[in-house]
C-alpha cells in the first residue's frame, strides 16, 4: 500500500472539463494536501468518476466509514485500472499530524485533501457529516448524500455508462416492439423504424401509441446525450469523438452534419491522440 501511495500521481489539480463547460476545483494543490495519493495533472481528473468524500477527524460515522471509501478506491479507482477516483475532503479544523494517523489506521491511500470541493454548485445537505457527492466522467452531480452503498451503485453504474453511447431504447418497457431492440443501437440506420413509430404514436390503438410514444422518446434522450459527449469527448479525446460521429452519420445523418466544418481538423487531432499514446505504451 505504501509504494502504491507514492506510485500512484493522479488526476486533476484545478479543474475538470464537463460537456457544458469548466468545473473548477479548490484546495486541491499541494498547500490542501494532508495525506494519501497526490494528484498532480489537471488531464488525469478528465474523463474520471469522481466521489468526494466530506468527513472531520472529530466525526466517529465519517471515522467508520474510511474503510469503504477505500474499498471503492481499490475495487473501482485506479488500482484496479479504472477510471475512478475517491477525494478525502477534511472539513473540520486541519491538524495534519492527527489527520494522517486516522488515515493510515484505516488504510487510505487515496487522496485527501483540507477542504477539497468544485468551485460552484458543491452539494452540502445540512451541513452534517460524513457526506458525499458523486460526479460522472463529464464532470455533472449525480448523486448527494450519506449512503455509501447508493454512492456505490451510482459509482458502478456511471462508470458503466462512462464513454459508451446511450442505449436507445433507454427505460421503456417493450411489448410490442421488442423485436426491434437488436436494430435500435446506435451506429445502426433507423430513420425506417422511427417512421413507423410516428405513425404508430398517432394511430387509433392506445396501447401500441403509447409504447411507440415512449420509445421515440427514449430515442430523442439518447439523441441528446449523444451530442452531450460528442462536446465532450472534442475536448478531452478526438479519437473518441470522431468515433461517435461516424456513427451519428449513420444513425441520425441529419445531426452529423452539425460537425461537418470542423470533423477535418477533429481527425488529426484525433490522429495525433493515436500517436501519442502508441508512443506512450512503447
Known amino acids: 500500500m505504501k509504494d502504491m501511495k507514492k506510485a500512484i500521481m493522479i488526476a486533476a ?17 499541494e498547500d490542501a494536501h494532508i495525506a494519501g495519493a ?11 468518476v469522481v466521489l468526494v468524500d466530506i468527513w472531520g477527524k472529530d466525526c466517529p460515522p465519517c471515522r467508520a466509514l474510511l474503510p469503504s471509501m477505500q474499498a471503492m478506491w481499490e475495487n473501482f479507482g485506479l488500482p484496479a485500472g479504472k477510471p475512478f477516483i475517491v477525494i478525502g475532503s477534511h472539513r473540520q479544523e486541519r491538524n495534519d499530524a492527527a489527520i494522517r494517523r486516522i488515515v493510515e ?14 468551485a460552484e454548485g458543491e452539494p452540502s445537505g445540512d451541513g452534517r457529516l ?3 457527492y458523486v460526479l460522472d466522467h463529464r464532470g455533472k452531480v449525480i448523486y448527494r448524500g450519506r449512503d455509501a452503498r447508493q454512492a ?20 421503456a418497457y417493450l411489448v410490442k416492439y421488442r423485436h426491434l431492440e437488436e436494430r435500435l443501437e446506435f451506429g445502426k440506420p433507423i430513420a425506417d423504424i422511427v417512421k413507423r413509430l410516428k405513425a404508430d404514436a398517432a394511430g387509433k390503438n392506445a396501447e401500441a401509441a403509447a409504447e ?23 475536448q478531452v479525446s478526438p479519437k473518441d469523438a ?5 456513427q451519428m ?10 460537425y461537418k466544418a470542423g470533423f477535418g481538423e477533429l481527425v488529426r487531432a484525433a490522429r495525433a491522440q493515436v500517436a501519442e499514446e502508441r508512443k506512450r505504451d512503447k
Open 13 to 29: 489539480a484545478a479543474f475538470a472539463v464537463c460537456a457544458h463547460g469548466v468545473v473548477e476545483w479548490r484546495n486541491v494543490d
Open 38 to 48: 497526490v494528484i498532480s495533472s489537471p488531464k488525469k481528473l478528465l474523463n474520471r
Open 105 to 118: 489506521k484505516a488504510g487510505v491511500t487515496y487522496p485527501v485533501y483540507q477542504a477539497a470541493k468544485i
Open 130 to 132: 460524513p457526506f458525499m
Open 152 to 171: 456505490q451503485e451510482t459509482v458502478i453504474n456511471a462508470l458503466a455508462k462512462a464513454g459508451k453511447p446511450p442505449s436507445l431504447t433507454g427505460n
Open 212 to 234: 411507440a410514444q415512449r420509445l421515440l422518446a427514449s430515442i430523442e434522450q439518447a439523441r441528446r446525450e449523444v451530442k452531450e459527449e460528442i462536446e465532450f469527448q472534442k
Open 242 to 246: 470522431v468515433r461517435l460521429i461516424k
Open 249 to 258: 452519420k449513420v444513425t441520425w445523418p441529419e445531426d452529423a452534419l452539425e
